[in-house]
């Protein structure tokens, strides 16, 4: 079945760092891919989305670009700030089928 | 401002006893959905709703029940069947079924003590 594997955390950073998260998929359709963003005894928030290959979603400095040929759909933010600390999900949808989501991934960035 | 609400934030629980989580939204979304976290993992669908006085189980719905008498609303109760109800649940809407994009509320922590 339709599913994503994310890089198990926690991740921990000092602030102005070099974020990458990994998340690979593996669907039988062309899913859409998503990242969603989960502050702290707050709901999931989209991120960013992309929904067909080479596609590059991005918002708040954060990047992730649809790889079909390596099933990734990996994320990256150049400088992380302590704000940025939060868990993040990796997501899948193909037309017509439910959502799919990671474990989760926590980050944490230090001072 | 337009967005999902629900409540009640924490909610704790006898052993034995159903509870009703709140969901609303004023997004005019058609789809709604519920899922249930539990620490370090993803979210797992619980039912979802294509329509006023439709809806469907997901993944995990035995000891769960939903109705969807408007369209707003989305009311989950957890019922005594459910064997391990303390989790961190869920609502999400998108504007149907098949849009790609679901918007969440800011959940609900269920402890049952």
């Known amino acids: 079945g339709d599913s994503v594997t994310q890089m198990e955390g926690p991740v921990t950073l000092s602030e102005e760092a070099f974020l990458t998260i990994n998340c690979t998929y593996t669907?039988?359709?062309?899913?859409?891919l998503f990242w969603y963003v989960q502050y702290p005894g707050e709901g999931l928030q989209l991120l960013l989305k992309?929904?067909?290959?080479?596609d590059k979603g991005s918002n708040k400095g954060f990047e992730a670009t649809y790889r079909k040929e390596t099933t990734s759909f990996h994320l990256e933010k150049g400088s992380v700030q302590v704000s940025d600390s939060a868990v993040y999900f990796c997501?899948?949808?193909?037309?017509?089928?439910?959502?799919?989501f990671g474990a989760g991934t926590r980050l944490t960035v230090k001072p | 401002d337009g967005g999902i609400t629900q409540s009640p934030k924490y909610l704790f629980r006898k052993e034995g006893q159903n509870v009703t989580l709140s969901c609303e939204q004023n997004?005019?979304?058609?789809?709604m959905y519920w899922y249930r976290q539990d620490p370090g993992q993803g979210l797992r669908l619980i039912y979802y709703?294509?329509?006023?006085?439709?809806?469907q189980k997901g993944d995990i719905a035995e000891g769960y029940s939903v109705s969807r008498e408007k369209k707003e609303s989305f009311p989950l109760t957890v019922t005594s069947a459910q064997k391990n109800p303390t989790a961190f649940y869920l609502c999400?809407?998108?504007?149907?079924?098949?849009?790609?994009?679901?918007?969440f509320g800011p959940g609900t922590r269920l402890t049952v003590l």
């Open positions: 999400a809407s998108s504007i149907v079924l098949t849009t790609d994009t679901q918007y």
């Open positions: 669907a039988t359709g062309y899913p859409s």
């Open positions: 992309a929904t067909k290959a080479d």
């Open positions: 997501a899948l949808r193909v037309v017509n089928n439910d959502m799919r």
């Open positions: 997004l005019n979304h058609d789809a």
């Open positions: 709703s294509q329509i006023v006085n439709d809806f």
